[in-house]
Structure formats: C-alpha cells, structure tokens
C-alpha cells in the first residue's frame, strides 16, 4: 500500500458481490513490503501489551493513556490511513470517510480464544449502523487455526437477537441466539497472510477455538460513512470477556470527505497526537 492514489482497488463485480453477500475476499492484497512491516508492528504490539490476551486487542493505532512513547500506535495509524486502503474502502462506503476502531485478533497456537456468532452492529454506537470492516490476515487462516466464518446475505435479514453468555472461553459476550441462524450456509474465510476480507457491519459471522499448532492473526480496520452518527450517549455495555471495551471517550478521524450527519465529535480521545 502507498504512493499515489488508485482509480479502481476493486471491480465493479467484486463490489456488488460485496453488497449483495455481506463479504468479499478481493484480488487486492497487501503488498509484500506491507506484510513485512504490519508484522513486525504486531510483534511490537504483542511484547508491549503482555498485561492482556492476544485474542483481542483493541484500537492499537491509538496511543495507550499515559505511554511515553506513541511511536507503536503511529505506525498502526498510519497504516489505517493509507490513501490505498481508503481508495477500496470508498468504493464500498462512499466518499466520506470516518475511522473509528482497530483491533488485533491474534490467536494463539492451541488456546486460541472462540469468537460466537454475532453481528457486529450489536456491540457498537452507530446510528444508522453502518461499517465496513478491513480484515487483514497476517498469518495464514484456515479452518485448522480458526478462520472467520461468515453466513452470506444474512445481513440483509435485519438484526438478528442475542444474549449475553457467561462463558469465559470466548472473545465476545453478546452471543447470537436467533433461530433463523443457517449454518448450512457457512462460508469458511480462509486467507493467504497478505489477503484481505471485507464484511458488512450485519452480516453473521464468527470463528472457532484455535487447536492448531499455529498462531492466527489478523488486523482489522473499521471504517463508517459519515452519514452516520457515533453516538457517544449510548451505553453498549461491556462487549468482549478477554479485554475491555470503551466506546464514549474513543478517537475518531475523518479521513475523506465532510461530515454528512453534522454530528460526530472529532476532538474526543485525541491525547497523545
């Protein structure tokens, strides 16, 4: 990724496949020199924040309170606001352009954590939810190590119900319970390191314990048009057993475009930049 900007990341087919699905592995990849340096971050990251499981790690492009050094967190922003990344994502979200979270999924080999079935929009202070997320697989992901799975088209069947689950063994609490699940229809996202996944802010997704003997990481990117509002107000509770998660104080930056909903707050949660 980098340099100048490019027309067209993806085809027109590969965008409608996208919207018609929820899902989309495209033929654009990172390049090789990116791959190379997103891991060597995630390294970084992992020796930096020993304190918590690898599983979830949230907004690493954002400086951790009162760290002396923000170098770490620039390195993952700067990849988040690469003007290649933003050119694919503006084909499937528009022009206007807001970044409001990153997280590492990284599980580790043998006791990688279970992520239950769930829609995104559950957990996050979007109104009307609306997000692209930007998969990023730095390790290779099979079935073996515990891919993303994904029920096509099931974001086009409105919100499906959940229910808060007291299991300790998963990254996530809030956990789909709605009869209408079709797991006949899974789609198993397994990836090369360097290829991407991108998925729709409602469409059915999760991914199983890691047994393998091999580390699964990914880096994920989300992006909402900013004709939606981050409603700081909402109180979407805890959403993750292995880490905490906060929404009303976090960072957003408007990467491209204007802000269509006149809402979003730019100046919350900016220390350290």
């Known amino acids: 990724m980098g340099g100048a900007r490019t027309a067209s990341p993806l085809s027109a087919e590969e965008v409608a496949r996208y919207h018609h699905d929820g899902q989309l592995t495209p033929g654009w990849r990172l390049s ?15 020796a930096a924040r020993r304190e918590v499981r690898p599983d979830f790690i949230a907004l690493p492009h954002v400086p951790q309170e009162g760290a002396q050094d923000s ?17 694919l994502v ?10 409001w979270a990153s997280a590492i999924f990284c599980k580790p080999a043998a006791t990688g954590l279970e992520v239950p079935w769930h829609q995104d929009g559950q957990y996050w202070p979007i109104r009307p939810r609306a997000t692209v997320t930007v998969w990023m697989a730095l390790d290779d992901v099979g079935v073996d190590n515990g891919c993303m799975r994904v029920i096509p088209g099931s974001h086009r069947m409105g919100e499906f119900s959940h229910a808060i689950s007291p299991r300790e063994d998963l990254v996530l609490n809030n956990v789909l319970n709605d009869p209408r699940i079709d797991l006949s229809k899974v789609r198993n996202i397994e990836l090369e390191a360097g290829q991407v996944s991108l998925h729709d802010v409602e469409i059915v997704h999760g991914s199983q314990a890691n047994t393998s003997g091999r580390r699964r990481a990914g880096f994920a990117v989300r992006y909402m048009p900013s004709t939606s509002h981050y409603d700081r107000s909402l109180d979407m509770g805890g959403a993750s057993n292995s880490a ?5 104080q976090r960072p957003l930056w408007l990467l ?4 269509r909903c006149g809402r979003n707050d730019f100046s919350i949660g900016h220390r350290g930049y």
């Open 244 to 248: 905490p998660v906060e929404f009303a």
């Open 32 to 46: 090789a020199t990116r791959l190379t340096a997103l891991r060597a971050a995630l390294d970084k990251l992992l």
């Open 256 to 259: 491209r475009g204007v802000d």
């Open 71 to 87: 170098t770490l967190a620039r390195e993952f922003f700067d990849y988040v606001s690469d003007p290649t990344l933003l050119d």
């Open 90 to 99: 503006e084909q499937i979200i528009g022009p206007d352009i807001i970044l």
